[in-house]
T-cell receptor, first 117, second 109 residues
């Protein structure tokens, strides 16, 4: 049973399209995240939700809109895709919003590889 | 300048070698230091974390923090081909982590 699962694993789409990525965790964690990893492997936080409430919103374009229907699910919708959005998007979860900075307990999904043509 | 700097490599070593992976950082407020391993086409997984300065050992892995130099290291003893992966360091900033760009390690049998 996969702890953090995200779908789809691969997306190839044209510029200007809209796409969504879904994430689910079965670890019972309170906090979920979206990270973006660019071609140089640099991993940067985008959003974090704690028990469905948005707690971290980095300087991400408004075209990116996260949604957390419950604490086990976190989705990411991207409007008007641009070439620079091509990256691997990782969903992650942690037991709490405070524990991650102390223990690094962050559980990642396998990533969703987005290619914008 | 990025807050966390890490040489991207790749670092190629023969099986059995001792590997040293390093990160430097600029923010003296960082107190917790983590190492993650990321296999190709997978998400990162936590290897170890340390608090403040000092060493921590876990099997073949040793994490070392030198806060005075703003320098952290991960040593891998008796490296194995299965250790081939990207290693990312990370540090605490408020309630989130700041990651280095990762070092690609290749262990050749």
């Amino acid at each position: 049973d996969t702890a953090v699962s995200q779908t789809p694993k691969y997306l190839v789409t044209q510029m200007g399209n809209d796409k969504s990525i879904k994430c689910e965790q079965n670890l019972g964690h309170d906090t979920m995240y979206w990270y973006k990893q660019d071609s140089k492997k640099f991993l940067k936080i985008m959003f974090s939700y704690n028990n469905k409430e948005l707690i971290i919103n980095e300087t991400v374009p408004n075209r990116f809109s996260p949604k957390s229907p419950d604490k086990a699910h976190l989705n990411l919708h991207i409007n008007s895709l641009e070439l620079g959005d091509s990256a691997v998007y990782f969903c992650a979860s942690s037991p709490s919003s405070t524990s991650v900075a102390n223990t690094g307990e962050l559980f990642f999904g396998e990533g969703s590889r987005l290619t914008v043509l | 300048q990025k807050e966390v700097e890490q040489d991207p490599g790749p670092l190629s070593v023969p099986e059995g070698a001792i590997v040293s992976l390093n990160c430097t950082y600029s923010n003296s407020a960082f107190q917790y230091f983590m190492w993650y391993r990321q296999y190709s086409r997978k998400g990162p997984e936590l290897l170890m974390y340390t608090y403040s300065s000092g060493n921590k050992e876990d099997g073949r892995f040793t994490a070392q923090v030198d806060k005075s130099s703003k320098y952290i290291s991960l040593f891998i003893r008796d490296s194995q081909p299965s250790d081939s992966a990207t290693y990312l360091c990370a540090m605490d900033k408020g309630n989130k982590l700041v990651f280095g760009a990762g070092t690609i390690l290749r262990v050749k049998s």
